[in-house]
């Protein structure tokens, strides 16, 4: 690196070196004193040369600074800081992370306040190779180094110098060239990437890693658990299925011997063998018989040797096909016997009884006999005993013994001895892991076979060389596995973790559901779980292996990415600094001068904007006039537009102001055609309604001469199917034909042949379809947007007025209904109430009235011939006015005055005024009148209806009717009369 040694030329920057020297030098001896303490604690041996270099570089660099060395001072300084953090880690281990990041930070800070700014890129690479160095040696050098000490406080101070770096770099920034700028920044934020990435990766590598090997002892410890358990309850089942063959074995020679008992008298008389010839009396009094016949039979002294007896001898001799298979079938089997009430012994194989056995030795006294008579195993079930000494000297067995009955007759018993030896040896074959073994309890907890390894387990300790057979283990050993022990007498199934001399141990446990005993296994913990332990060595291995080779990954990619970034910041401050060129160029005014654009990223795109803006200065200059006239044909344009937009406009509202003047359906229709046409120029415009029954769209106005053509022949289309207008209002969605000509849905009329273009839009009151306004142009493709918009709006118009101008005819059409209705009520109520009093007037002279009835028909309507009531006259003092009710004239009023004058206007005003209202309060008497005879009557007809229906029987019913009808008329006769046949005929004849 070249070095400029030069004194600076100004003293402002003299002042400012000088100062980040200080800045760089006080925290890099606080850095050296902090590892020289660090070291001395720790007793290290390379106390002095490993900090050496930066208390021999301050002094070394102040004294090059004073004689104006300044950038000799610095690389000095720098060099010695970056050298102190690579020696650090070649004599201590797990430091070099804080040690770097403190190292790169004051290296940094140093050459961007001391260094000119060309050498930025140099400081940045020497900062970065002595942390990554540093890192390195740690991860790879020699495993025996010591582990650093005071690591709290390395990486509190190494956060502390990387904050303040960060400070003085943002106020340092500003100063830097753009190129430095983009390298400082792609390397900043990628070693801060990759610092955050891997502190995070690690981190959660440590806790994926920690979190994993407890899972894997979980698993490890409820996979060894459910392994013992599994095995526990296969061993137990082994164990409990051969007693079970062998219980059952006893259950079918029992089932076998009663079924010979069931048959004894004809079994007993065959020659198989015979008891009187076979058995021999003993000097001690027993029999016995011969050892060479299959089975051994021994009488005891005293039991009478009898027919009955030599009958039940012979017919239990045919055993001799069936027990001997037994033996053979399972060799645990010491011996297959019967023993009935009197004690006598059928015993397989034939060992010679007689001659072993005492002579008054008595079998029913036994335990495996008593267990099954008929007081101790009422329900008849086959029984296992408890171990206990063989009588013949075969050691300890178990014996399975099942009761024989005839009926309900206790015959005596089969029953099969076991020898425990065979179970103990397979028991002890039984091997967990390296060490572990097994053992069995019988239901008291007594010890029935355990191997020396577990001696220890309970304390017990070898007596010439046998087992602790028999004794109980129940109240031995630690609580946990007392409780595991009563577990286990209990029948239960179950697993433990106990305390085996200072060793944790499983203890898993399973019954033997055949005769109540309960198998254990034993295995320490240790032995199960050593895959976890060398799992987890094994993690950390690669774990560190994988780190380091991270580590590697990660610098020769930052080593490339400081590559790629020189390279980018050449590439990217290279076309920037042209173009700042060019920029100066041109604020100097010249506008010829052009920027290279050989690139087609931002700056490329800048510098042909650079281009593009000096031609576009230059032709603004040269032809300003040219452009002032485009601008002003583009101002025209805008305006000859917003001018067509408010005459469209101006065409609404006189649409709207015509639709709005009209009441007239069809006078509506036909101004709406002739209005729309007329402003916006369109060749036909016609309105369509639909029918009744909404099946077809009738024209029903149009303003060409093809259209009123059209209108004459009542033109109709099929909604839904002919033509736009039929897909209009079928579908309730406006269409446009720009090209009639090649829409398929067409429906050529020959009344406009000019069409090239066309439109529908629906008319709508609410959601109902009531119509279509179809407008046909002569040019192609005529309708815009804008035009569609338009005709939308007044559809919305029209179609409020043609239903305002609908709903108008029918609300006059109902009043004039409603008019006529009222006059014909009014005149028939009049003339009704007239004749049904009689009454022609009232004549009135001034201090009297007087009512006026008619003697006969002929004179008043002489009467009524003599005056016309509708009309009004006045000739003179006379005065004849009409008396008008609801437009229908009731009767007439003649009026003279009293000394013969003429009348005023302001007398006919008042005249007409109280005829008026005399009219109105003559029809409302008139209507009270009505009402009341009305409410007379159905008070009347109701009374005598609840008369009626109050008589019970036929003829106080007749005679109340008739009464009720006399008084409701009096004078007229009433009679009730039943139809009868004769009537009938007399009435239809």
Wanted: with cysteine.
């Amino acid at each position: 690196m070249k070095l400029d040694q030069s004194p600076l030329p100004s003293e402002s920057q003299e002042q400012t070196r000088a100062a980040s020297w200080w800045i760089g030098a006080i925290p890099a001896l606080l850095f050296a004193g902090s590892e020289l303490a660090a070291l001395w604690a720790g007793g290290s041996s390379h106390l002095w040369w490993i900090v050496l270099p930066i208390f021999i570089a301050c002094p070394l660099a102040y004294l090059l600074i004073r004689t104006g060395r300044h950038n000799l001072g610095n690389v000095i300084l720098m060099g010695a800081i970056g050298l102190q953090s690579i020696l650090l880690s070649l004599v201590q281990r797990g430091a070099s992370l804080p040690n770097a990041i403190t190292a790169m930070a004051l290296i940094t800070a140093i050459g961007l306040g001391a260094l000119p700014r060309r050498s930025m890129l140099y400081v940045l690479l020497g900062g970065l190779t002595s942390a990554f160095a540093a890192v390195l040696i740690d991860q790879y050098g020699n495993p025996g180094r010591p582990e650093a000490m005071f690591m709290e406080g390395r990486w509190i101070f190494s956060s502390v110098m990387l904050v303040l770096f960060g400070v003085f770099l943002v106020r340092q920034l500003s100063s830097l060239d753009i190129r430095t700028k983009i390298v400082a920044g792609i390397l900043g934020t990628g070693a801060l990437t990759v610092a955050v990435l891997s502190v995070f990766v690690f981190n959660q590598t440590r806790q994926i890693t920690d979190l994993l090997s407890i899972r894997l002892d979980a698993s490890v410890s409820k996979l060894a658990e459910q392994q013992l358990k599994n095995t526990a309850a296969e061993q137990a089942t082994l164990v409990d299925r051969s007693f079970q063959d062998v219980m059952q074995e006893v259950s079918s020679l029992a089932q076998t011997w009663t079924a010979l008992q069931v048959q004894k008298e004809v079994v007993s008389q065959r020659t198989y063998w015979d008891a009187s010839a076979s058995l021999r009396q003993w000097a001690e009094g027993h029999y016995g018989n011969s050892a060479d016949e299959p089975s051994s039979v021994f009488v005891p002294k005293g039991v009478p040797v009898n027919e009955a007896l030599i009958k039940d001898l012979n017919t239990s001799a045919y055993l001799d096909f069936f027990a001997p298979k037994a033996l053979e079938m399972y060799p645990s089997l010491l011996a297959v016997y019967t023993i009935d009430t009197r004690g006598v012994l059928r015993y397989y194989p034939n060992i010679d009884l007689a001659s072993q056995l005492p002579s008054d030795f008595d079998g029913t006294s036994r335990p495996y006999y008593r267990l099954v008579v008929p007081s101790a195993n009422p329900q008849r079930l086959p029984r296992w005993t408890a171990p206990y000494d063989d009588a013949t000297g075969a050691g300890v067995v178990v014996t399975a013994a099942a009761p024989v009955y005839q009926g309900d007759e206790f015959m005596g018993i089969v029953a099969a001895d076991t020898r425990l030896a065979g179970l103990e040896e397979r028991i002890n074959r039984i091997r967990v892991g390296q060490t572990g073994y097994a053992f069995i309890l019988d239901d008291a907890g007594q010890i029935l076979a355990l191997p020396q390894e577990g001696y220890g387990l309970f304390g017990f300790e070898a007596a010439n060389g046998q087992a602790p057979f028999g004794q109980s283990v129940l109240g031995l050993g630690s609580i946990d596995l007392q409780a595991a022990m009563l577990r286990m007498v209990a029948g239960e199934t179950g697993f433990k973790i106990v305390d085996v001399g200072g060793v944790e141990t499983y203890v898993s446990f399973a019954p033997i559901p055949a005769n109540g005993y309960s198998i254990g296994l034993v295995v320490p913990v240790a032995e199960l779980q050593g895959s976890s332990i060398a799992a987890r060595k094994q993690t950390d291995q690669q774990i560190g292996s994988a780190s380091r080779t991270a580590l590697v990954i990660l610098l020769v990619l930052f080593l490339m990415a400081i590559a790629v970034s020189l390279g980018l910041g050449q590439i990217i401050a290279a076309p920037i600094h042209r173009l700042t060129q060019v920029a100066t160029q041109i604020a100097a005014g010249d506008l010829s001068v052009q920027a290279p654009a050989a690139t087609r990223d931002e700056i490329g795109t800048l510098a042909r904007s650079f281009n593009t803006m000096t031609s576009r200065l230059q032709q603004t200059l040269d032809g300003l006039e040219q452009m002032v006239e485009e601008r002003t044909a583009e101002l025209l344009a805008a305006n000859e537009r917003n001018e067509r937009r408010a005459k469209q406009f101006e065409s609404i509202a006189q649409v709207a102001r015509t639709v709005s003047s009209t009441r007239d359906i069809d006078t509506l229709l036909t101004q709406i055609t002739t209005v729309i046409s007329r402003e916006f120029r369109f060749y036909h415009v016609g309105i369509f309604l639909l029918d009744a029954a909404k099946e077809y769209a009738i024209l029903s106005a149009a303003n060409s001469e093809g259209g009123q053509d059209m209108l004459k022949r009542g033109h109709r289309l099929k909604v839904g199917e002919t033509g736009i207008v039929g897909y209009v209002t079928g579908t309730g969605q406006p269409r446009v034909a720009l090209d009639v000509g090649a829409d398929a849905v067409f429906f050529n009329s020959p009344d406009l042949p000019d069409t090239r273009s066309e439109i529908a839009l629906p008319l709508r009151a609410g959601e109902e379809i009531i119509g279509a306004l179809d407008v046909q142009s002569t040019e192609s493709g005529a309708f815009t947007q804008e035009d569609i918009s338009i005709l939308s709006t007044l559809v919305d118009q029209v179609s409020v007025a043609i239903q305002n101008a609908r709903q108008f005819e029918e609300t006059r059409k109902a009043l004039r209904e409603a008019e006529s209705l009222a006059k014909q009520f009014a005149q028939t109520g009049w003339q009704q109430y007239t004749q049904d009093k009689n009454l022609v007037g009232i004549h009135h002279t001034g201090a009297k009235a007087t009512l006026l009835y008619g003697k006969n028909g002929k004179e008043k309507e002489e009467e009524t011939r003599s005056t016309d009531p509708s009309r009004t006259k006045s000739r003179g003092a006379f005065l004849s006015l009409p008396i008008e009710l609801r437009g229908e004239v009731i009767g007439s009023v003649d009026i003279r005055s009293p000394d013969n004058r003429p009348w005023d206007q302001d007398e006919l005003d008042i005249v007409t005024a109280i005829v008026e209202r005399s009219a109105i309060a003559m029809e409302n008497a008139r209507l009270l009148e009505e009402s009341q005879r009305l409410a007379s009557k159905e008070a009347k007809i109701g009374a005598v209806t609840a008369k009626i229906s109050a008589s019970i029987n036929m003829r106080n019913v007749l005679q109340t009717a008739v009464e009720e009808l006399g008084r409701a008329l009096p004078g007229s006769e009433v009679m009730i009369q039943f139809q009868t046949d004769q009537n009938k005929n007399k009435t239809t004849s």
